[in-house]
């Protein structure tokens, strides 16, 4: 009995390291619900007591909070520390909380990350370049993804004269990578399945989307609120131009909402499903009354669940490309918009 015990936890260990988070807390919870006394029933006129209130250890993987999961040694593999909090600032009316949270952490991490990887990548690469050998190694591989992607996917879409805008898209594409890629890491968390944070990426693209267009349109980028066909007659351009103008301004919105939205829904998507997988095992633990039957079927949930963990790490590349691709696509378009 004890070895049944022990390999269907390890099962269950498993199954919740490929979510990111601890399985003996789960168990633990199970067997102290399983011992636990059936409480006395209150007597008349007496109050019960409150049910202990269950902790939750799925939507935390998903959700932010103050929590920050760390490894453990000593009773399960993991425990949370509280993250300190600030108090607000004040500015007139408005009150801002700068106490960092989770996916706070994560962003910083992924930046301190993304900054160590690239600046090692440069300096690797100008030495090569002072030895008079070609890079090699994780040093080659980052500059041919670099020269990829300023070559034949930012300069064609941006255009003309888009060197000003290789620097931009190049650190959306990366700080989103990082972001992502951490999410598939035990203690770790996905920022970029936080609509705060990809609204926040979403707006800096809009603001670099639109400024290059008042800079390469100029006056011209009027144009690009109010439409006015100057190839018709009066008479057909003003009713025109009162229902196009609204569909214009509004064009301009649902590009950024679009950058947001893809990329906040794909990467929630993604840990959702293999956290339903996840459920899965102890669904069947618990009707299966954990016999040896409970094996088979606890394996199948970890097997699409570890199916789903690749996608997922092909996904966290995509969806940085999407991302970079679309917005030197918008300015592109905004800047040949005159043509």
Same mark, same amino acid.
């Given at each position: 009995?004890?070895?049944?015990?022990?390999?269907?936890?390890?099962?269950?260990?498993?199954?919740?390291?490929?979510?990111?988070?601890?399985?003996?807390?789960?168990?633990?919870?199970?067997?102290?619900? =399983? &011992?636990?006394? /059936?409480?006395?029933?209150?007597?008349? #006129?007496?109050? *019960? @007591?409150? %049910?202990? $209130?269950?902790?939750?250890?799925?939507?935390?993987?998903?959700?932010?909070?103050?929590?920050?999961?760390?490894?453990?040694?000593?009773?399960?593999?993991?425990?949370?520390?509280?993250?300190?909090?600030?108090?607000?600032?004040?500015?007139?009316?408005?009150?801002?909380?700068?106490?960092?949270?989770?996916?706070?952490?994560?962003?910083?991490?992924? =930046? &301190?990350?993304? /900054?160590?990887?690239?600046?090692?990548? #440069?300096?690797? *690469? @100008?030495? %090569?370049? $002072?030895?008079?050998?070609?890079?090699?190694?994780?040093?080659?591989?980052?500059?041919?993804?670099?020269?990829?992607?300023?070559?034949?996917?930012?300069?064609?879409?941006?255009?003309?004269?888009?060197?000003?805008?290789?620097?931009?898209?190049?650190?959306?594409?990366?700080?989103?990578?990082?972001?992502?890629?951490?999410?598939?890491?035990?203690?770790? &968390?996905?920022?970029?399945?936080?609509?705060?944070?990809?609204?926040?990426? *979403?707006?800096?693209?809009?603001?670099?989307?639109?400024?290059?267009?008042?800079?390469?349109?100029?006056?011209?980028?009027?144009?690009?609120?109010?439409?006015?066909?100057?190839?018709?007659?009066?008479?057909?351009?003003?009713?025109?131009?009162?229902?196009?103008?609204?569909?214009?301004?509004?064009?301009?919105?649902?590009?950024?909402?679009?950058?947001?939205?893809?990329?906040?829904?794909?990467?929630?998507?993604?840990?959702?499903?293999?956290?339903?997988?996840?459920?899965?095992?102890?669904?069947?633990?618990?009707?299966?009354?954990?016999?040896?039957?409970?094996?088979?079927?606890?394996?199948?949930?970890?097997?699409?669940?570890?199916?789903?963990?690749?996608?997922?790490?092909?996904?966290?590349?995509?969806?940085?490309?999407?991302?970079?691709?679309?917005?030197?696509?918008?300015?592109?378009?905004?800047?040949?918009?005159?043509?």
């Amino acid at each position: 009995m004890k070895t049944i015990r022990s390999l269907q936890t390890l099962i269950l260990s498993l199954a919740l390291v490929l979510g990111g988070f601890s399985a003996p807390g789960v168990l633990r919870a199970q067997k102290t619900a =399983a &011992a636990r006394p /059936a409480e006395p029933v209150a007597a008349q #006129g007496e109050r *019960a @007591a409150p %049910a202990e $209130a269950k902790k939750d250890f799925i939507m935390p993987h998903v959700l932010n909070g103050r929590e920050l999961a760390i490894p453990s040694f000593g009773h399960g593999l993991e425990r949370e520390i509280e993250l300190p909090s600030w108090p607000p600032v004040h500015i007139g009316p408005l009150t801002l909380d700068l106490s960092p949270t989770k996916h706070v952490v994560m962003l910083l991490l992924g =930046a &301190a990350l993304c /900054a160590v990887v690239l600046v090692s990548a #440069g300096r690797g *690469a @100008a030495r %090569a370049r $002072a030895e008079g050998r070609p890079p090699r190694g994780f040093t080659g591989a980052i500059e041919a993804m670099v020269l990829y992607l300023r070559n034949d996917v930012i300069l064609p879409n941006v255009g003309h004269d888009g060197e000003a805008f290789v620097p931009y898209c190049l650190t959306a594409f990366f700080m989103i990578l990082f972001a992502n890629l951490l999410g598939l890491f035990p203690y770790m &968390a996905t920022a970029t399945g936080n609509i705060s944070v990809t609204a926040v990426l *979403a707006t800096l693209s809009f603001l670099v989307i639109e400024i290059a267009g008042m800079r390469a349109l100029g006056k011209g980028y009027i144009n690009t609120i109010i439409y006015w066909p100057h190839d018709l007659p009066f008479a057909v351009k003003a009713p025109v131009s009162l229902i196009m103008t609204p569909v214009e301004i509004l064009s301009k919105f649902t590009k950024p909402f679009a950058l947001a939205m893809r990329l906040f829904a794909n990467m929630t998507a993604g840990h959702i499903a293999v956290l339903a997988l996840i459920g899965m095992v102890f669904t069947f633990a618990q009707l299966l009354n954990y016999s040896p039957a409970s094996y088979g079927a606890a394996a199948i949930p970890v097997a699409l669940a570890t199916a789903i963990m690749a996608l997922e790490l092909f996904v966290a590349f995509l969806q940085a490309f999407i991302f970079m691709l679309l917005t030197a696509v918008f300015i592109g378009q905004i800047r040949e918009s005159h043509h």
